[in-house]
């Protein structure tokens, strides 16, 4: 099938590319012309295990092509994908101007019948706005052309995008018109071979049930790590917790990692622009409230430890900062709780040695030079001379690190672990300060 996606940000282009890998024929218009290039050089903008060679397997072998020429793509492909981003507005509300100008550019080139799929994050009542946007510029050009708008919203994880899109646990339609039901299942009837994954239903639900996911996947870690500031408190430690209830299966072990907050580009963002949608409509959202709350006070759990081991004055002090992506395999630092840590300590006077196994660049652009931040090529590095070892994300290289090493190369052994990476009992036998999450033994 001949599809098009605009917008070549990390959803769009993870899903061009599954698409194009199963045989589809995808044109993906986006109006970066740089970017534009470097994809059909094969060079891929972000880092996400497994992309790359996908990306340039199938631009060699022509099913995926890209272009800044918006006319073109709108006369390629019978299904229009929007994947533009929905960044939030000033007060935290999803700012529609991107999706709905791609409706404007569908509506001003379209010539035959077309399904516009709304892939983007939007609030509930989107896909009628796209509707109304595309009818009323096809009236002005005077044009009498059909198409539906459906949402079909994206449910991957960054740096398991490839994995979650190829082996989708659900793919959701939100459509009301048969036709464009058809042409939906036979574009994702590859993925549902082994067995039927499609859920259909209204546009509004579907909508919904993007916020839904994200804010209930939020809500779970908001409590877990409640539950851990209360177990530190009452002498009990989080880990045999979580085991306890995780084993239960109505509650799952998923997504009960307790941690220094959630971070990245969707769960901040989605749970805020739903209390906004709840506001608007008079609906006071206060779990939601209550989930953003606790996660802005995780996010400044660490420092708090540190200032409980050093005091509040840190001039002097330099401290050893493993992980800066706001999770692992992923270079992206949107959100991560490494960045308020950063801010603290700087705030308090310290300098801080920072690795990360892939966010670096990330790190340099944001931060660019500073006397305060020296980014070190290997985690053993960012230790010499620290005052102390804080982790911040979960790599897997940060797992099983040589102990007499980062005792060695500290000037004192102190760890503050943001992700309860190591057993506390062991630690303290080997003579280090350790300071994990909810770990109150
Ligand atoms: C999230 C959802 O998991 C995806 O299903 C969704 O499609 C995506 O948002 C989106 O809306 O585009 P993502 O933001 O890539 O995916 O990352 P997650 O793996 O969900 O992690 C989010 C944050 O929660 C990370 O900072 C992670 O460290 C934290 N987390 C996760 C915890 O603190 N504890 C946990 O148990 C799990």
């Not at 019948?113 to 892939?119: A, C, H, I, L, Q």
């Not at 989605?270 to 949608?277: H, K, N, T």
Request: aromatic residues 8%; negative net charge; glycine residues 8%.
């Amino acid at each position: 099938m001949k599809v098009t996606v605009f917008g070549v940000g990390y959803v769009g282009l993870v899903q061009a590319s599954v698409l194009a890998d199963v045989g589809h024929e995808v044109c993906c218009v986006d109006v970066d012309q740089d970017k534009v290039d470097r994809l059909n050089q094969g060079l891929i903008p972000i880092y996400e295990p497994g992309l790359e060679p996908m990306v340039r397997h199938n631009h060699d072998a022509g099913r995926l092509t890209f272009t800044t020429d918006a006319a073109a793509g709108v006369h390629h492909g019978k299904v229009q994908f929007i994947a533009v981003g929905t960044p939030p507005d000033e007060d935290g509300s999803a700012d529609l101007q991107y999706v709905l100008a791609v409706a404007d550019t569908i509506a001003r080139h379209m010539d035959s019948p077309k399904v516009v799929v709304d892939k983007s994050t939007v609030p509930v009542g989107t896909a009628d706005k796209v509707r109304q946007r595309i009818a009323s510029v096809l009236k002005e050009r005077g044009a009498d052309v059909a198409f539906q708008v459906v949402s079909n919203p994206e449910f991957l994880k960054e740096g398991a995008a490839v994995a979650d899109c190829m082996r989708p646990d659900r793919i959701v339609i939100g459509s009301d018109d048969e036709v464009a039901i058809e042409v939906m299942r036979e574009l994702y009837e590859p993925f549902n071979r082994q067995q039927e994954r499609t859920v259909i239903m209204d546009v509004r639900s579907a909508e919904l049930t993007k916020y839904a996911a994200n804010c209930m996947l939020a809500t779970k870690i908001s409590f877990m790590n409640e539950m851990a500031n209360l177990a530190e408190k009452l002498g009990a430690d989080i880990e045999a917790v979580r085991r306890g209830i995780g084993s239960d299966p109505r509650i799952g072990y998923h997504f009960i990692y307790p941690g220094c907050g959630y971070g990245g580009s969707c769960f901040p963002k989605d749970v805020q622009a739903l209390i906004r949608a709840a506001d608007g409509i008079g609906h006071d959202a206060k779990i939601l409230k209550a989930v953003e709350q606790v996660n802005d006070d995780q996010k400044t759990v660490l420092m708090r430890n540190i200032r409980r081991h050093f005091g509040d004055d840190l001039k002097g002090r330099t401290i050893a900062l493993w992980g800066l992506a706001f999770k692992p395999n992923t270079d992206d630092m949107r959100e991560a709780p490494s960045r308020v840590l950063l801010a603290a300590l700087w705030e308090a006077g310290a300098r801080v040695q920072a690795y990360d196994p892939e966010a670096m660049e990330e790190t340099q652009r944001i931060f660019g030079h500073r006397d305060n931040l020296v980014l070190m090529g290997t985690k053993e590095a960012a230790l010499k001379g620290a005052d102390a070892l804080v982790i911040c994300t979960e790599w897997q290289a940060f797992r099983a690190p040589d102990f007499d090493f980062i005792q060695q190369e500290l000037r004192q052994p102190v760890i503050f672990d943001g992700r309860n990476l190591y057993d506390p009992e062991r630690l303290a036998k080997r003579g280090f300060h350790y300071y994990g999450i909810g770990r109150g033994l």
